[in-house]
């Protein structure tokens, strides 16, 4: 085994549902995280500072010399992950790809639902996956640019009233389009899980992006 670390980053604490998943998958590997929580949130933010971002986030990393990189951050996933993998001699794995082939498995009546930020809903990769992978799927996007803000702030318990009404206004109009799939496509969002199923109810599967990753990484690990 490549005893070298692999290096996992976010813009804070959300990259944590996917480490929380890679450590439980391979419990042999090293594992280096990175949360920019002197700069979280991104997903407000233009490309531009994105790329910036997530190059300096990078050549952290870098200096644990990893022998490869997860891109914990639905966000960077969906606007800077070509550039950082046309600079890199090391496999860097995003989200996207895994979640969106998740969804497309799991989703019987062809519609779902995508959660984001509003760079990564905006910038149409997850829906651009999803149309490669099951041509004709329709997709319902909804940016929720509150639920990153109040996660990091410990509003994510159910019950609290404050996360409760926010996620309740974002998610209601989604629910009503007749969705069997959710993709969390923030890696913060799993931590609103017990939130979300209960207003989804139990007829809408969740699909994590960043549990999906650490999947990914281990199938291309063990076929290397
Ligand atoms: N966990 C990041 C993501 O997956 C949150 C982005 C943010 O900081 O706004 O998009």
Known sequence: MDARPIGV????????????ELTRLMPEEDLVYFGDTGRVP???????????YA?????????????AVVVACGTVSTTALDTLRQES?????????????AAAHVTGNGRVGLIGTKASI?????????SRLRPGIQVTAQACPLLVHLVENGRFRPGD???????????TPLRD??????????????LLTEVIAGIMGPAVT????GEESAFELKRQLKAA
Do not use: W
């Open 89 to 101: 001699d090391i496999p860097i794995f995003g989200v996207v790809e895994p979640a969106a082939r």
């Open 122 to 130: 905006g910038s149409g990769a997850y829906e651009r996956a999803l």
């Open 177 to 190: 389009t007749g969705i069997d799939t959710l993709i969390l496509g923030c890696t913060h969002y799993p």
């Open 161 to 171: 009233v404050v996360i409760e009404t926010v996620a309740r206004e974002y998610l």
């Open 55 to 67: 190059r300096q986030d990078m050549a952290f990393l870098r200096t644990f010399n990893p022998k």
């Open 42 to 52: 991104y997903g407000n933010r233009s490309k531009d500072i994105l790329v910036k």
């Open 206 to 209: 969740l699909v994590s992006a």
């Open 9 to 20: 980053f976010d813009s804070g604490l959300g990259g944590l549902t996917a480490l929380r």
